[in-house]
């Protein structure tokens, strides 16, 4: 228990004495991660609109398709992508493995179907009559488009950030795919994973209580979007 | 009837799996002429409204927007010009009272002149107090206002209405009954679905009676009246 609060103690040391190597991991976990999410939203947002608005043949295979993915593990997703880009693989010739670019592949593919299938429902979730009012008004199909995203956006903002909080804490693809290297793609799971099998716990921890206080940010905006979402009686 | 017609629709058939909801539809829509559409439930009412506003693909027919046979692609932008469909309870966008009526302008009106008409909009529905109001807290008749001054707004040549008076009380169908005037005064064409013909006896002039997919023409006298079943069993296409 001594032990415990000692190491904890040293990690809220490290946090708030401004630890550069701590920072420095902290920000790349925040720019790979915010960048995936930057890139996956607009096209699963648009997909998710085709699942809700368009009929058409394979339309519920697709959305069991992607359902499927949200339980894929990311160690799996990082191999996956580890075979793709590595020398002798398929897009070997990107040279990105071990790279940020990676991370942030991999980490699409984990956001992407998360994306989806929440964007999906929040959308069924909305009134269709919105779209038919958009478009009777005169408004082109991107503009009813961008209405609906406006109508549902409590339900999409609650899928973007369910979807970085499972990117930014993921370890496996990152560790496949970014290689732990210092300063490059040593993220925040990555570096907890080495710094606990090397016995190093404060930062270990420190970065611990990073993601959890980044947790419970998500959550608590998760829950005021959700309620600012509830309809007017 | 020497004033052109802007709306024509011929064999116009709908079917929804095995069910035949429209069958050889056929009539015509002229300026400033309030067309009722009756029948009963399921009759086939807003299926109709909603292809003539462009939202739902009829199976087969033709409609005919005096540019000639066109592709249902063409035929659907074409009725979404002219064409604005107002469903049986309004949808408000999440927004001010404001924000819904600026929603049925276009992108490049210049701001004074945006403010101007939609103040126009609120003097016109009455709806001044309500300016700034969060149009999802509307009643049923403030919505139906605003659904109206929003359609005015767009200033379409046939408005077509889903049952505009359902679940207002005697004030606010009054309201809306002198709203829809003011459209037919301006030359806009009314098509009005309703189950209750007699909301509307001072407003319509022609009626027309949805019954087992068919259409049937009321004559005059009859205006007000919905048919006897055993006598519209019999009826064609007469419209």
């Known amino acids: 228990m001594e032990t415990l609060t000692l190491t904890t103690l040293a990690a809220l040391n490290l946090l708030f004495s401004g630890n550069a190597e701590l920072w420095e991991i902290i920000a790349i976990s925040f720019r790979v991660s915010g960048v995936a999410i930057l890139v996956a939203t607009p096209p699963a947002l648009l997909a998710a609109f085709f699942l809700t608005y368009q009929r058409f043949p394979g339309r519920r295979l697709l959305i069991s398709i992607n359902s499927t993915f949200l339980s894929v593990p990311a160690v799996v997703v990082g191999l996956t992508f580890f075979i ?139 829950q005021h979007i959700q309620g600012k979402g509830q309809p007017v009686t | 009837m020497s004033d052109p017609v802007i709306l024509a629709l011929s064999a116009l058939n709908k079917r929804f799996g095995k069910r ?38 009829p199976d087969r027919g033709r409609i005919d927007t005096g540019k000639g046979p066109l592709s249902w692609r063409r035929s659907k932008a074409a009725l979404q010009k002219r064409v604005l469909y107002l469903h049986q309870q309004p949808y408000m966008f999440d927004g001010s009272v404001r924000y819904n009526l600026g929603y049925a302008l276009p992108g490049g009106v210049p701001k004074p002149l945006r403010n101007a008409l939609i103040d126009t909009a609120i003097d016109w529905a009455e709806l001044g107090p309500l300016d700034e109001t969060p149009a999802k807290s509307l009643s049923g008749g403030e919505r139906q206002r605003v659904s109206l001054a929003r359609a005015r707004l767009r200033n379409p040549q046939i408005l077509l209405l889903d049952e505009p008076t359902a679940n207002l009380d005697q004030a606010a169908r009054r309201r809306t009954l002198d709203l829809l005037k003011c459209f037919k005064q301006e030359g806009v064409s009314l098509l009005l679905a309703s189950h209750d013909p007699m909301h509307f006896s001072s407003l319509i002039d022609r009626h027309l009676h949805l019954y087992d997919g068919r259409l049937a023409a009321l004559e005059d006298q009859k205006l007000m009246q919905i048919p006897p079943l055993h006598t519209l069993a019999s009826l064609r296409s007469t419209a």
């Open chain 1, 84 to 222: 793709l880009l590595s020398r002798q693989g398929p897009l070997g010739e990107w040279k990105l493995l071990f790279t940020q670019t990676a991370m942030v592949l991999g980490q699409i593919a984990l956001a992407f179907p998360i994306l989806v299938a929440m964007g999906h429902s929040a959308l069924q979730a909305a009134d269709r009559r919105a779209w038919e009012t958009a478009r009777t008004l005169g408004a082109n199909p991107l503009r009813a488009l961008f209405t609906i995203m406006r109508e549902a956006r409590f339900g999409l903002m609650a899928a973007l950030l369910a979807a970085f909080g499972r990117i930014i804490a993921e370890v496996g693809a990152s560790m496949m795919l970014g290689g732990n290297i210092l300063h490059y793609t040593r993220n925040i799971p990555t570096a907890i994973a080495l710094e606990s099998s090397k016995g190093e716990f404060a930062q270990g921890i420190a970065l611990g209580l990073v993601l959890l206080t980044l947790a419970f940010t998500l959550n608590a905006l998760l």
């Open chain 2, 20 to 57: 035949e909801v429209l069958r050889d539809i056929a009539f015509e829509l002229r300026p400033g002429e309030c067309t009722l559409l009756s029948g009963g439930n399921g009759a086939g009412k807003t299926t109709l409204l909603r292809i003539l506003s462009g939202l739902e693909r």
